[in-house]
């Protein structure tokens, strides 16, 4: 005992030294810089203590534990305004709902940002891939993929209409009650196999074997990620047996579809037409572990979220006759007829629809980057808020859409209530980012919009 606490002192004041040492010269070399670039700083949060910012921490983790993360973040913005600097676990973070700052970290200044954080996140259940990685690596992962999101891949709706049927026969025909989540999630999971894998894990069908413990450890390492983000570079120290088997579990059940489509592509597969994304990328890479884990990265980002969409707007519809009323007016003028991609695309009030859904619930409701150099964002800092902030290399930014698109200097005074006419002329541009902007802009796009 008395060793292991003596371990503990040795490594925590270890920690204290090294980031107290990098705070003090920090500050001093941060004043210098930010006057060279005509910076001022943000406004700093009050914390009882910064060097490792524990108190923010447990603030976080609390929220985390009441479901109401969002719900904190806008006391957030509320409190300290639409940019703040903040410590935590010894990293240093600037907090923004400025289009200008976004503009600036996804767009203008793209290359002086990264998403370090998101490789130790996600790192063993996703590896290197499109959604985890940076630079030269990510520019060959996204010219690998974008080929197969070109619209005539995503305008095929066979994908959906089998695994749509399926949810259908599993809802009540009574009038009981239903939670449709759980199935929403089901689907993408099914659909999104089925174009990833060829071959979908029908999960909406499959109550156990194989496919079952995919699906339940998928889940389970994801509900892992958020807290793994936030220990940052203390996740060394954390142990987590059943996240390392989920992710192995995951691991083994994609590994022989790889194994089968680097033998080539099934010939009945190719008469039908079916477009496969595993047999177009091994047409380019024949490296069985790229391959698996580019195709768990897509899966992880196409899938969650278009179920939370799916979800968000079901429950919406739910609570609002007037809007369901107008959508089936919209859905009566198809005569009966099931819609093609091109008569989807026309439908404006669905479209207006998910466009409200995703501004109030956006799916992806706070993003970051960390500063790959020293650099500027260009609003936010000094006491009129106007001014830049200088950003130090690995420093943070934290972005939070969700928080932007409520904002009623932009969106109007009814900025919190679902409005789907709002669209017939808003025009939000870089007030409005549900799948993100810039080089790094959400592939899936229209996938999910078509589902
Ligand atoms: C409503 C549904 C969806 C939303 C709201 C959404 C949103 C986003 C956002 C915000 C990003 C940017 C993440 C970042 O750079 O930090 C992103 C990236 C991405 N999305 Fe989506 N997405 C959706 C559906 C899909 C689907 C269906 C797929 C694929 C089938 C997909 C594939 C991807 C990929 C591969 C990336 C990474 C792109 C890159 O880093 O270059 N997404 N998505
Ligand atoms: C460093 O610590 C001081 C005092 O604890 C705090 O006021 C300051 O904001 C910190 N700055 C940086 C850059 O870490
Ligand atoms: C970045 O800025 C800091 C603070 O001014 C400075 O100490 C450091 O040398 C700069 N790094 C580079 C690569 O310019």
Not at 321 to 344: C, F, H, I, M, S
């Amino acid at each position: 005992m008395a060793f292991k606490s003596n371990v503990l002192l040795l490594f925590g004041g270890l920690f204290f030294l090294s980031f107290g040492f990098r705070n003090i010269s920090l500050l001093l070399s941060k004043r210098r810089a930010s006057k060279k670039y005509g910076c001022k700083p943000a406004f700093q949060v009050p914390q009882s203590e910064t060097i490792i910012g524990y108190g923010l921490l447990k603030e976080q983790l609390k929220a985390m534990d009441d479901k109401n993360v969002l719900g904190y973040m806008a006391n957030r913005f509320r409190k300290y305004g639409n940019t703040f600097a903040a410590e935590m676990m010894g990293e240093s973070f600037i907090g923004t709902i400025e289009p200008e700052n976004i503009q600036a970290i996804l767009v203008t200044k793209f290359d002086d940002f990264g998403i370090q954080g998101r490789k130790h996140a996600f790192g063993p259940l996703l590896g290197n891939g499109i959604f985890t990685s940076d630079g030269a690596q990510w520019r060959h992962s996204r010219a690998l993929i974008r080929p197969s999101f070109v619209k005539s891949q995503i305008s095929d709706l066979d994908i959906f209409e089998t695994h749509i049927q399926t949810l259908i026969s599993l809802i009540p025909h009574n009038s009981d009650t239903v939670d449709l989540q759980p199935l929403f999630f089901r689907l993408t999971l099914d659909s999104a196999t089925e174009y990833l894998f060829g071959k979908s894990v029908a999960s909406l069908h499959n109550v156990d074997g194989p496919e079952r413990d995919f699906a339940t450890s998928i889940d389970y390492a994801l509900s892992e990620i958020p807290r793994r983000y936030r220990f940052g570079r203390f996740n060394c120290f954390r142990r987590n047996k059943k996240f390392i088997e989920a992710c192995k579990t995951v691991h083994d059940y994609v590994d022989p579809f790889v194994h089968a489509a680097l033998q080539g592509q099934p010939k009945d597969d190719k008469e039908k037409g079916r477009y496969t994304l595993l047999y177009e990328l091994a047409k380019a890479t024949q490296d069985p572990i790229q391959l698996r884990h580019e195709l768990l990265n897509i899966l992880v980002a196409g899938r969650d979220t278009t179920a939370s969409l799916l979800s968000s707007v079901i429950f919406i519809l739910a609570r609002r006759p007037d809007v369901w009323a107008k959508l089936n007016a919209e859905v009566q003028r198809l005569g009966g007829k099931r819609p093609d991609y091109e008569t989807l695309r026309q439908m404006k009030y669905l479209k207006y629809i998910v466009n409200e859904a995703l501004r109030l619930y956006p799916v992806v409701p706070a993003n970051s980057r960390y500063a790959v150099r020293n650099t500027t964002i260009p609003t936010g800092g000094g006491v009129n808020g106007k001014s830049p902030i200088f950003v130090i290399k690995g420093q943070i930014v934290m972005y939070s859409v969700m928080h932007l698109h409520r904002r009623k200097d932009i969106y109007g005074p009814d900025a919190d209530e679902f409005k789907p006419d709002r669209w017939e002329t808003l025009r939000a541009g870089w007030a409005y980012l549900p799948f993100n902007g810039g080089p790094r802009i959400c592939i899936g796009q229209q996938f999910a919009l078509t589902e």
